[in-house]
T-cell receptor, first 110, second 117 residues
């Protein structure tokens, strides 16, 4: 069955540093992969989508890579800020349906 | 542009009862997906509706059922509630068939927190 693994449940970094979150998947060949942010008690918010034929995507301070050979996506937040503290979910998808990982809780320390 | 709304916000039910959760899609969206999110876990796909038809289902028993209406709003019904059904239920809308390409991103509502006692 499909399995999505996100690195360590919690990640603490210092303000201004780059946060790198990892998403690995097995038994799956997604056509695209999405990253979402979720704050406590709220629904996930879409951040970025990268397709299987794309290696890298950027949006402001966010960067996503997608390696279909390694079956891995990396999500980077540069110049991190305390406001970036949240849970980040990766979601490989195909046929318009998503499978979510359990998320990585990021805390940016001032 | 109106975002995705869900009702009620919170709900407490007793084991064995039935519950109906409601969702209004974002304006212009024709597809709605429902997810169950247990504490500390990612959302788990329940099913998706497109043009009032079920268009995919996750690993959930038949006592989880849904409807999509002509205005693209949706309901999630759960019969014979079990304690393990306690979770945050999320609705997400998206748009299929955009001219010039499809948009796969989903827009989530705030969720309904269901507690089964």
């Amino acid at each position: 069955s499909q399995k999505i693994e996100q690195n360590s449940e919690a990640l603490n970094i210092q303000e201004g540093k780059t946060a790198t979150l990892t998403c690995n998947y097995t038994n799956y060949s997604p056509a695209y992969l999405q990253w979402y942010r979720q704050d406590p008690g709220r629904g996930p918010v879409f951040l970025l989508l990268i397709r299987e034929n794309e290696k890298e995507k950027r949006k402001e301070r966010l960067k996503v890579t997608f390696d279909t050979t390694l079956k891995q996506s990396l999500f980077h937040i540069t110049a991190s800020q305390p406001a970036d503290s949240a849970t980040y979910l990766c979601a490989p998808g195909s046929a318009r349906q998503l499978t979510f990982g359990s998320g990585t809780q990021l805390t940016v320390l001032p | 542009e109106t975002g995705v709304t869900q009702s009620p916000t919170h709900l407490i039910k007793t084991r064995g009862q039935q519950v109906t959760l409601r969702c209004s899609s974002q304006s212009g969206h024709n597809t709605v997906s429902w997810y169950q999110q247990a504490l500390g876990q990612g959302p788990q796909f329940i099913f998706q509706y497109y043009r009032e038809e079920e268009n995919g289902r996750g690993n959930f028993p038949p006592r989880f059922s849904g409807l999509q209406f002509p205005n693209y709003s949706s309901e999630l019904n759960v019969n014979a509630l079990e304690l393990d059904d306690s979770a945050l239920y999320l609705c997400a809308s998206s748009q299929w068939g955009l001219a010039g390409g499809e948009s796969y991103e989903q827009y989530f509502g705030p969720g309904t927190r269901l507690t089964v006692t």
